[in-house]
Structure formats: structure tokens, C-alpha cells
């Protein structure tokens, strides 16, 4: 028998929300929560490829609610905020119902719609409302087991009236288990009002028992602080419940202050107790746990990163998988290879992550005049450095780098390193074009001995790498390695094409062609320069909401026009539009990009790569009438400087990319898997974890 049955799902902005019923060992009858999945983490529920693990906020409802009067009221801010973070909501009932065995009364303060988030010890509730049980240990192990939702306690807990009791009563009781804790008017002292009194008596058999599970009792007895960091509280001075002394916060807050934990108490002026309440506010409470669940995974991995000892191979050559392309448009091979150890000013990594790039494939279809065979591809990872060479002195053995195809040598020799006006670094670029390190040899070896080429001085599509120092951006250990991979290519060159090469203004008119992993960090860079109109093109209209939720305000299905595109956009815009940006690699696409940008002004940046031998063309009247055509490699970011400030603003929520990561695969062998996925044209990027 399944565990669970799905009885509903409905598509919300780019995620999906589920109700879910199960039998429940702890309340003895069926039970049904809410469960919203962020679109990264959708395949964990309907049987596609599951990502380990994705954080959760537990919502538990007020009195005579059910699981689905959030989602109903407030859902939609909040799961389009719990999008964004990249977190799952689960909407846990408020009581047992559905069977004739569990009592209740006429009371809409007790029984049905009013557990209390306690285990009743007393008849006729002992039997069917152990809600404490519910929501601390059985739905966490359900969703765990089943979703791989909230493991390793990526989780935590926040509510309203009731719920904001349980929430906060739960996180007191068990610290360990939640990462953090929030409550809309919350029941801070039941022991003290109405509503606990009633239901302590009736569940518990008496008042005094009910202190176990009242907040301001809860902290009033603590030696110190809880452990979090703080407790994030919003109420409203208007709710008609404060004057009925039903909530009693103050108590609350007196009790933090003698325990010294922390407390945010916002009393918003004119709030009442209703959802209109917690809808006006919801988003803050998603986006306080969401920071904080993002930090808690990166502490988490970055303690397994940390575990890893390479005392054992230092200075030795390690042999390890790797997917090795033997010639243009053939699978690649799962192969054991030898890797070297560093030269001098070179560092060995172990690859962590690694998202396939389109530029990739486009060596392995061939397409490529430098490309070449026997070689390692791969060029957008996330690794940790184990053992440097001679000289190297800006990185060392455990830190977390990102291997830069554009490397940054940083010398006061090097004109491009020293001018503004570039970021394309000719130090190792005669050598990485031949697939060989700068000292004229490979690090790389097949089973037989023989060589294999380096490709793009990265060569990431295998377990263990040797890079160039000049080559490694060295980042935060802060956010995870299969995010972090994202900034070694397509989504720093899509942005930088935007700030760098482009340098948008606040009001500015962009048109972006192609609404791959570029295109739309196009768009994303262009709504954070304040571009106040967006259009984004391509010929596949299941792109356009991607490109919709991430700033594009217009968008053209090219493939439907009866004139070219670039004449339907200079319709749309009168004169054209300031920016365009190719992101196609289609020559073709590149003149119409050009030819829709402003008269007199319009800029037209190319960021695809187009085919070996073919060329660009337009009129040079064109060019006359005040076009610009430029072009853009890594959006001009000089990387080692540059790609740990995009790290860092990632960290910080202000660039988020997990939008991008549309599929994930464990093992480098699963790598033909996301070329695969790549072809199949509804993939961003996808990552392999090794």
C-alpha cells in the first residue's frame, strides 16, 4: 500500500502545491497537509530526478483552520516568495478529522480545527490528538523518506494565532530541530488566557500541565539563549484579540529579555488578526527563513567538504573517473585516467559539480576549430582545491574555487589585466588553445598511458582536474558548489554582458534572442540595471514564463512572424530598442539583433558562438546611423576579482540562480545524461555532482 496519496496538485507561478493525505501512525486516522514545491525541486514528488535536500518551512494554521486556509488566503505570496528562496512549504492540518471516532465538541476553540499542538493525555482526546507527534516527528519523517524534503533538519517552523503557539513552543522544545522559528500573533502565555485554559484542562487535565507547552514559560525557565539567532514576531496593534488578553505578547518578550534570546516584536499599526494580515507580511517571514536555511546548507556542506583528507595524494598521481570525448559527435566514454600532480603554479581540484555549458556540446558536435580529440570537456565547476604547486600562493589545499576559462593573471606587465577596458587575460591563452598546459604538457592520461587534451584550461568532466592558478577563482564557502558552478560561464556572461560590455541604464529598452541559461541571465541583469522594458524572443513559447517571472515585460515567438523579427520589434518600439543582445550563437539572429537596436544609438552585443567559418553581415548603413555592434566573452568580468563578488551577492540573496538548475545528476557517468537533457531543449542547466 502507498504511503501517501497525491489528491490534488495545481501549478502556482513556477512551482506546484500539492494535497497530500496519508494514514497516520500518530493520530490514528488519515491526515492531509499541503505541501508547495519550488519548480528545482518538483521531480522530488513526482517521481523525477530528486535533489538532496530541500529545505522546508512547516506553516501551522490558527484555530478552525484546515490545510489548505494558508494556501488559500496567503499562498500565493507565499510560495512565489518560497520560489525565490528555493524552499518547500508544508501545510500541516490542524487537528485529526475525517473519522466518526474522534470527539468533538461545539466549540470552535477545542477538538476539531483546535489541537494545540500538544499530545492529549486525557480521555476523550488521548486516543486520536497527538498533534506534537504529528508535526515534529511523523510528517518530518514522511516527507523526509518520500520527497527527501527537509533532511539533515533543513527546516523551519513558523504560524499564526495557534500555530504561532505551536511553532514556537516546538522550536523551544526541540532547538536542534529547526533552523529557525516565526509566529504571526502568536498565543505567547496560554497557561495565562482563555483559549489555553480551556484546552490544557481538556487535553492535558489541567492548566499547570499546559506550562510545558507555553512559550513565555518555556523561556522564562532558560539558562540562555536558545540558539536562534533571532525569533522573528509580527503582530497587529488593531487585533481585536490583544484586548481579550488572548495573545499576551508582552509576556513573550519579558521572558526573552530575561533568557537573553533575541526577539523581533514588529507591532504593525492598524493590523488585525485576519490573513489580510499575514498576507501583508508573509513574504518577510519566507524570505527570514529562506536566508537562513540557505546558511544552514552551506555550513552543512561545507562540513562534508571539510572532511575530505588529500594528505594521501599530495604530490602523487591520483586516478579517478572521467567522461572522456574520443572524437566529434560520439558519446563520451566513462573512463578510469590518471591525473599528474600540479606543476609549478598550477592547482589540482576535486571536482564537486559540474553544469554543462551549450559550448560543450558544441565542441563535442564538432563545431569547434579547436576542438580536440582525445579530451576531457567541461568548463562551468565547482571544486575544492587538493594540492598546489610550486609558487602558488593565492589559494591553498580545502578552499572552494571556480575554475575561469578566462583566466586573470594579474601581473602589472599584462596590458589587459591592467586596463578597465577588458578582461581577456593572453597569458595562458596560446597553450589552452592547444589543449595543453602552460609548460607545453598534459596532466591527463587514459589507461594505456596515453595523453588527453585539456579543454578550455578546465576540463571539469572529470573527478580530479589540474588547472592554471591564474585559472581559479577562489569563493566563499558559503553557498553550495552545484550553485556556485553556475558563475564559471553562461550565467557571469549573460550578466556581465548586461553591466560590463553593455552597461545598461536605469530605463533602458533591451530585446534579448535566445531564452537559454544566457538569455534569460540577460533578462535577469537587465531588470536588476532597471530596464524598463524587456522583450524576450525565441521560437519555443514554453521559455516564455521563465523569462516573464525573471523581468521580460514583452515576448515574440519569431517563428509565427510574417516579416523578420527584427522589423516586428522597430513596430513594436517605433525607433527600436537601446540594447539587443544575441544569444544564439545563429549568425543570422546576430544581424536581426543588430538591426533592431535604436537609431541613432542602439547597442547590439553578440554572446552566442556562432559555427567554425561562418560570418557576420549586415549594411553598412546601419553601422552609419549610429549602431554599435560589439561582443562580450564572460561579460567582461575579469574573473578571479570578479567571480567571487558574484558569489557573494548570491550569498546575500541579491542574484539568485537556482532558477537555473532545471536538472541534476549524481555521478560524472551521468554525464551523457544531461547532454541528453541539454538536446532535449527544456533544459537551463543541468548539474552532475560527483
Known sequence: MPAYTIISHNRVGAGTYYRISHQSSSTKTPMTFGLFVPSRFVGNVEGGERIESVPVLYWLSGLTCDDTNFAQKAGGKAFMAAEKEGIAIAMPDTSPRG???????????????????????????????????????????????????????????????MGGHGAITIALKNPSSWVSVSAFSPICNPTECPWGDKAFKAYLGSVEAGKAHDAAC?????????????????????????????????????????????????????????????????????????????????????????????SATTGKSIQCNAMVARGPKQPLTLETITVDPPKAGEVRVKVMANALCHTDVY????????????????????????????????????????PCYTPQCALPSC???????????????????????????????????????????????????????????????ELPLEKACLFGCGVSTGLGAVWNTCKVETGSSVAVFGLGAVGLAV????????????????????????????????????????????????????????????????????????????????????????????????RPFQLVTGRTWKGTAFGGFKSRRDVPQLVQKCIDGI??????ITHTYDGVQHTNDAIDALHGGKCLRAVVRY
Open 99 to 161: 473519522d466518526p471516532s474522534i470527539p468533538n465538541v461545539d466549540s470552535y476553540d477545542l477538538g476539531i480545527g483546535a489541537g494545540f499542538y500538544v499530545n492529549a493525555t486525557k480521555e476523550p482526546y488521548s486516543t486520536h490528538y497527538h498533534m506534537y507527534s504529528y508535526v515534529t516527528e511523523e510528517l518530518p519523517s514522511l516527507l523526509e523518506s518520500e520527497f527527501f524534503i527537509g533532511k539533515g533538519f533543513l527546516r523551519s517552523i513558523s504560524g499564526h494565532s
Open 655 to 660: 542574484l539568485p540562480v537556482d532558477h537555473f
Open 363 to 402: 565542441t563535442l558536435d564538432g563545431h569547434d576549430p579547436e576542438g580536440l580529440f582525445p579530451c576531457i570537456l567541461g568548463h562551468e565547476a565547482g571544486c575544492i582545491v587538493e594540492s598546489v604547486g610550486t609558487g602558488v600562493l593565492s589559494v591553498k589545499p580545502g578552499d572552494h574555487v571556480i
Open 415 to 477: 596590458i589587459f589585466c591592467q586596463s578597465p577596458k577588458t578582461n581577456l587575460c593572453p597569458q595562458i591563452r596560446g597553450t589552452q588553445g592547444q589543449g595543453i598546459m602552460p609548460d607545453g604538457s598534459v596532466r591527463f592520461h587514459d589507461k594505456d598511458g596515453k595523453p588527453i587534451y585539456h579543454f578550455m584550461g578546465c576540463s571539469t568532466m572529470a573527478e580530479y582536474t589540474v588547472l592554471a592558478e591564474i585559472s581559479c577563482a577562489k569563493i566563499s564557502k
Open 218 to 310: 518555556l523561556l522564562a525557565h532558560m539558562d540562555g539563549p536558545t540558539g536562534f539567532d533571532d525569533i522573528l514576531i509580527d503582530q497587529g496593534n488593531s487585533d481585536e484579540f490583544l484586548d481579550k488578553k488572548q495573545l499576551l505578547p508582552e509576556r513573550l518578550a519579558e521572558a526573552a529579555k530575561k533568557s537573553g534570546q533575541n526577539v523581533t516584536l514588529n507591532m504593525r499599526d492598524g493590523f488585525d488578526h485576519s490573513y489580510y494580515f499575514i498576507s501583508s507580511f508573509i513574504e518577510n517571514h519566507v524570505a527570514f527563513h529562506g536566508r537562513r536555511l540557505r546558511k544552514r546548507q552551506s555550513e552543512m556542506l561545507v562540513l562534508a567538504s571539510s572532511s575530505y583528507d588529500f
Open 523 to 618: 533578462i535577469q541583469g537587465a531588470k536588476m540595471a532597471g530596464a524598463s522594458r524587456i522583450i524576450a524572443v525565441d521560437i519555443n513559447p514554453e521559455k516564455f514564463p521563465s523569462a516573464v517571472e525573471l523581468g521580460a515585460t514583452d515576448v515574440v515567438d519569431s517563428s509565427t512572424l510574417d516579416k523578420p523579427v527584427q522589423a516586428h520589434i522597430v513596430e513594436m518600439t517605433k525607433w527600436g530598442v537601446d540594447y539587443t543582445f544575441d544569444c544564439t550563437g545563429n549568425v543570422s539572429v546576430m544581424r536581426a539583433a543588430l538591426e533592431c537596436a535604436h537609431r541613432g544609438w542602439g547597442t547590439s552585443c553578440v554572446i552566442g558562438v556562432a559555427a567554425s567559418g561562418h560570418e557576420i553581415s549586415t
